[in-house]
């Protein structure tokens, strides 16, 4: 086989897959019927013979079971997320509480944390997963545990039009990889086998990743994820009554009696050093005086006569 015969069979074989991923996303979005009621109206209708139908008929009426088939809803796939903070009388026991309730509801514990040791103090965020349809009625157990609910936030994610999209691409990627077989089957040379190998390869890659991100979405969906913080009740301080304490009495009077002292024992420091100011002037006071004191009272007798 030559290399340019082979190559643009590659291309054709890619070229093919990508156009029948449109009819297959197509296919893929045709909703199937839920109610059990009307499980014979779609009888002898088969998805891809409905699909031709509506492209080459669409100025046509459509049959009345073809209408009823294309009336029912189409399962949705939605990711629920929720968080709550509450306000707990003790921490350990609600989160022994949350714990035991998500093993009755067939969920798991994805995380937790502890803060503190101390119980007014002391606060825990747990993380964990539960089934979806039983989403709401943990939410309701939880609130039920908490003295006052801070916060409570709940969120929901559509991804119903991406899965349905992933299932196309890999009904095209499978369909691809199915013709690059036989074609690899059928090479005789090894340069041609080994751009086979690699084109195969690549598909395979493809699919994995595909088929990793369903698995996660479907996963998502099945299983709600709840993240919780627990905080205690604040305690309120208690302000303790004035009582008699006579021991703090002696205290507080032997502290008075040593500044009393200190301060005495300054006095005499500062009498000491400041001797020789006061000493000369006591001596000229006591001796200068008694001479000094008839004079002036002579001179004030004859002032006054």
């Not at 009823?68 to 707990?88: D, E, H």
């Not at 502890?114 to 007014?120: K, L, R």
């Not at 709840?226 to 009740?233: A, E, G, Y």
Request: hydrophobic share 45%; net charge positive; aromatic share 6%.
């Amino acid at each position: 086989m030559n290399r340019t015969p082979l190559a643009l069979l590659l291309c054709l074989t890619l070229a093919l897959g990508a156009c029948g991923a449109k009819g297959a996303r197509e296919e893929a979005f045709v909703p199937q019927a839920v109610d059990t009621s009307n499980q014979g109206l779609t009888k002898g209708i088969a998805k891809q013979e409905l699909i031709g139908f509506i492209k080459d008929n669409q100025s046509r009426q459509l049959p009345a079971n073809a209408k009823v088939f294309l009336a029912q809803p189409m399962a949705r796939l939605i990711i629920k997320n929720a968080s709550l903070s509450l306000q707990v009388e003790n921490v350990h026991t609600a989160e022994v509480n949350i714990r035991n309730l998500v093993n009755q509801m067939g969920g798991y514990i994805v995380q937790s944390s502890n803060n503190g040791s101390d119980e007014a103090t002391a606060t825990t965020m747990i993380s964990f997963r539960v089934p979806a349809d039983k989403f709401d009625v943990v939410l309701e157990e939880l609130q039920k545990l908490a003295k006052k609910v801070y916060s409570r936030n709940v969120s929901g994610e559509d991804v119903t039009e991406e899965f349905v999209d992933l299932e196309a691409q890999l009904k095209n990627l499978e369909s691809t990889r199915s013709r690059l077989q036989t074609l690899l089957d059928k090479t005789d040379k090894v340069s041609d086998a080994l751009e086979v190998s690699k084109a195969l390869t690549d598909i395979q890659g493809q699919i994995e990743q595909k088929l990793g991100r369903k698995k996660f979405l479907e996963q998502s969906a099945a299983l709600s994820k709840i993240d919780v913080n627990l905080s205690p009740v604040p305690i309120t301080p208690v302000i303790p009554s004035e009582t008699w304490e006579p021991l703090q009495i002696v205290r507080g009077a032997l502290r008075d009696l040593l500044g009393f002292g200190q301060g005495l024992i300054n006095l005499i420091i500062l009498i000491v050093v400041w001797i020789p100011v006061w000493l000369p002037l006591g001596f000229l006071i006591r001796w200068g005086w008694p001479k000094v004191w008839p004079r002036l009272k002579a001179q004030g007798k004859k002032r006054s006569f």
